[in-house]
């Protein structure tokens, strides 16, 4: 049986992982929808500052994968079928997550005007990595939208890379 979540997608129950690694092209625009759903309802909900919630998080992997596990974190602790007191477990793992937000925006140092690539270090044998410039956050709606543009176009190449791997 399947519902619509509070944030678009609909869902098996109850629901899973994501692995943003894995998804089709079609899946990941609807767990992306819903994400910046989810997202955008927490900051304003908890009124949460940019040091936690940057608007560029979705161009941050380390913000992606930390918001995406909160988000199934809510989805399961508010299911129907969840225990009663799944909720305050939810809010405890929120208390954290918020603690770990803070020290991925510090990490990356994304801001709430300027946003700039989550810094890489080169180990030892590994061509450098190319480092991008800082860049104005000028429209979030209209970053994120070009964002998941660039990301699904990008997996249908992925997918057959794979599979031309798997055949190899």
Known sequence: MAHESS?????????GPIDWNLLDAPTAVAEWRDLDGF????????GLPPAIVPPYW???D?????????HTHFLACYDQSASPSAPVGWMREFAECRQRLREWVAN??????????????????????????????????????????EDVSRRPRVEEIARDELRG
């Open 39 to 46: 997202v955008t309802w927490l900051k304003n909900t908890f």
């Open 58 to 60: 979705h161009r941050h």
């Open 7 to 15: 944030f678009g997608a609909e869902r098996d129950l109850p629901p």
């Open 62 to 70: 380390e913000l992606i994968w930390e918001l995406s596990a909160l």
């Open 108 to 149: 990356c140092g994304t801001r709430l005007d300027r946003d700039r690539p989550t810094r890489q270090t080169t180990w030892p044998g590994e061509a450098a990595a190319v480092v991008a410039g800082e860049v104005e956050i000028v429209d979030r709606a209209a970053d994120f939208t070009t964002f998941v543009h």
